[in-house]
């Protein structure tokens, strides 16, 4: 597997990055071990884990996962710098987590200490903002009318931002963390970030994960052109839309166990008619080319000009070897072509 310069940082990563957001809910340590292992024997350096983390969110599986990955760490001490090892603070609204308050200075130096403790590592390497402070168009909210800028006091926002790039800095000083990046923002929050980091003389923000898949398109292009511009590392998340690009949910289908069966902090925003409609057009295309769906949708986001390293998820070994051997296959012109039409026909499904 290739690796590649996580934006202007000194971090190479591999271009596929595991993500762990399910274990201590629907994975036990014994599975989340078995995970990492396995993606450590086939090139995966790159693992992304949250303080808010398992998913769906609840305040007795709050931190699990990192947890989980601090046993590993604690019974695989020599391949703790083999890792790079990213993780993120909650933004506000998550009532367990320091009361639902948002970002700041104080709360960032508090959450990377817990993370560290709960990881059992003395550093992390890439450290990053879950989501904004200010209300933004993440999260299924990227219809006309559902977020107006103008309630957003920009100054408040700056001053803000400032705060948490100088505890940020501080933390860099200290050698707790190593580099840091933002999650779920737009193309004015990077571009905040940068211009305060420059003015100021602090750390630039090296990468940013957003949703992106065949039905979630929002950030090509504009953000993912400020991504390249800027040398910004982009980092995709359920670029199966929550599983529904492998097919599962076909014909009304949940899965027991399944994530579209769990009650979700955005609600199961995805589950739209438009979405069904898409998934089922996508699978055709796959169909006539001799690949899954997952195949086709994962190699689709791997390809796509801009991104930088894709962030994968599985509960089951099965899932997770077809979302690495996904990473080896080559979309012909032909199959991108198809694949283009539908998008044309469904490009904002949910």
Known sequence: MKTVKLGTSDLMVSEVCLGSMTWGNQNTQAEAAEQIDYALDHGINFIDTAELYAVPPSKETSGLTETYIGQWLAEHQSKRGDIILATKIAGGGIPWIRDGAGIDGAAIKVAVEGSLRRLQTDY???????????????????????????????????????????????????????????????????????????????????????EFSLLHLKDAPYLIETCVFEDVAYLPWSPLAGGALSGKY?????????????????????????????IAAYKAVADRHGL???????????????????????????????????????????????????????????
């Open 250 to 278: 076909a014909n009304g289908a949940k899965p027991s166990g399944c994530r579209w069966t769990m009650q979700q902090r955005n609600g199961i925003f995805r589950d739209t008619s438009f979405s069904h409609e898409a």
């Open 292 to 350: 899954s769906l997952t195949q086709l949708s994962l190699a689709w986001v791997y390809q796509f000009a801009g991104v930088s390293s894709t962030i994968i998820g599985a509960t089951s070994m099965a899932q997770l070897k077809e979302d690495i051997g996904a990473y080896s296959l080559s979309l012909s012109e032909e199959v991108l072509a198809e694949v283009d039409t539908v998008i044309k026909r469904y490009p904002q499904p949910f």
């Open 124 to 210: 992390i390497d890439l450290y990053q903002l879950h989501w904004t402070n200010r209300q933004s168009a993440h999260f299924g909210k990227h219809w006309p009318g559902q977020v107006d800028p103008r309630k957003t006091d920009v100054a408040a926002e700056r001053e803000t931002k400032l705060g948490i790039l100088q505890a940020l800095d501080e933390l860099i000083r200290e050698g707790k963390i190593r580099h840091v990046g933002l999650s779920d923002d737009t193309p004015w929050g990077i571009s905040e970030y940068l211009k305060l980091a420059e003015q100021h003389n602090l750390p630039r923000m090296v990468s940013i994960q957003n």
